[in-house]
């Protein structure tokens, strides 16, 4: 039997994927701000940066305010795909495609 490997969460392309898909929605800052009730719109703003992650709570309330599951905006952590693009695709949205379609395709 093949031991499963503990990942943990790659807090910056997470907040790439959620940058992608509140902009895909149609949404802006402002606009989950006030949806999920925070007081400003920083902790957005740094999840998308990748410097925190959303709560639980907040996790699950974006997953439906954007209508996705809460799997789908978080991404685990490997390094083995970065090491595959890093030379050749230096810009950060193609690395996020491949890293989505090789994540994706394991889930199948």
């Known amino acids: 039997m093949k031991k499963k490997t503990c990942l943990s ?15 895909k929605k149609g949404y802006t800052v402002s606009e989950i701000q006030r949806e999920l009730r925070l007081s400003c719109p920083q902790p957005i703003y740094r999840w998308i940066n ?9 996790l699950y309330k974006l ?3 954007l209508d996705v599951h809460m799997e789908d905006l ?9 090491m595959v693009q890093k030379g050749r695709n230096p810009r950060r949205i193609r690395r996020l495609q491949m890293y989505h379609d090789r994540y994706s395709a394991k889930r199948r």
Do not use: A, C, F, H
Not at 50 to 58: A, K, L, V
Not at 74 to 82: A, C, G, M, S, Y
């Open 9 to 23: 969460l790659d807090m910056r392309m997470t907040g790439q994927v959620l940058k992608q898909m509140i902009r």
């Open 50 to 58: 990748g410097q925190t992650m959303p709560s639980i709570d907040n």
């Open 63 to 65: 997953s439906m305010i």
């Open 74 to 82: 978080v991404l685990p952590r490997q390094d083995e795909v970065w």
